[in-house]
């Protein structure tokens, strides 16, 4: 099915644990994003790529790091995991400047 | 900066009742984009509608409607009829030209739950 494919869908982590968080999209897409979405507080995005090879930080970067080797692939790294990162992570891709995103079904990360 | 607010956090209606959810936004770009999300309790995030800036009209899809006022920066949207379906969580979103990276920028979110 074309579309945003994330993976895990749910994890839970100890504090001080590192993990990656894998998104991937057959659409073509230049674009691809990660946000988070906490109670309250709508989605905030935390880093984003405009193509392969490229990224850049969003609102709330500290503590994750991403990757885009590849277009279709994008992926969220946390270092070292933290109470303060339970959250619904999204990955998302958009084909270019104006267009809405398609969404992946969304991690559900607990960190204890 | 650009930002989005959502003032109602939560809206309950009954059934068939007609409900509008309020969105006004702020930017410094002249062309824009606006779009409404749908996030059901399933938790999945859906796309409702995308506007530029330049289409004032205003739009009906079936019992949605949306209304478009760039005097008072607001995209409001309309249930009409609302049924216990439409219960869900909804998001506004910007995202301006000069913007780079097609950045969409999310309201909070309201939570409109539907009662039978």
């Known amino acids: 099915n074309a579309g945003v494919t994330q993976t895990p869908k749910f994890r839970v982590l100890k504090t001080g644990q590192s993990m990656t968080l894998l998104c991937a999209q057959d659409m073509n897409h230049e674009y691809m994003y990660w946000y988070r979405q906490d109670p309250g507080m709508g989605l905030r995005l935390i880093h984003y790529s405009v193509g392969e090879g490229t990224t850049a930080k969003g609102e709330v970067p500290d503590g994750y790091n991403v990757s885009r080797l590849k277009k279709q692939n994008f992926l969220l790294g946390l270092e070292s995991a933290a109470p303060s990162q339970t959250s619904v992570y999204f990955c998302?891709?958009?084909?270019?400047?104006?267009?809405?995103?398609?969404f992946g079904s969304g991690t559900r990360l607990t960190v204890v | 900066a650009q930002k989005v607010t959502q003032a109602q956090t939560e809206i309950s209606v009954v059934e068939k009742e007609d409900v509008t959810l309020d969105c006004v936004y702020e930017?410094?770009?002249?062309?824009?984009?606006l779009f409404w999300y749908k996030q059901p309790p399933s938790g999945e995030l859906v796309f409702l509608i995308r506007?530029?800036?330049?289409?004032?009209q205003n739009e009906i899809s079936g019992r949605y409607s949306w209304n478009f006022q760039k005097s008072t920066s607001s995209f409001n949207f309309t249930i009409t009829a609302s049924q216990v379906v439409d219960s869900a969580v909804y998001f506004c979103a910007l995202s301006g030209a000069m913007e780079y990276g097609n950045k969409l920028v999310f309201g909070a979110g309201t939570i409109l739950r539907v009662k039978s």
């Open positions: 998302a891709s958009s084909y270019e400047l104006g267009y809405g995103y398609t």
């Open positions: 930017t410094r770009d002249t062309t824009y984009y």
């Open positions: 506007r530029n800036s330049f289409d004032e």
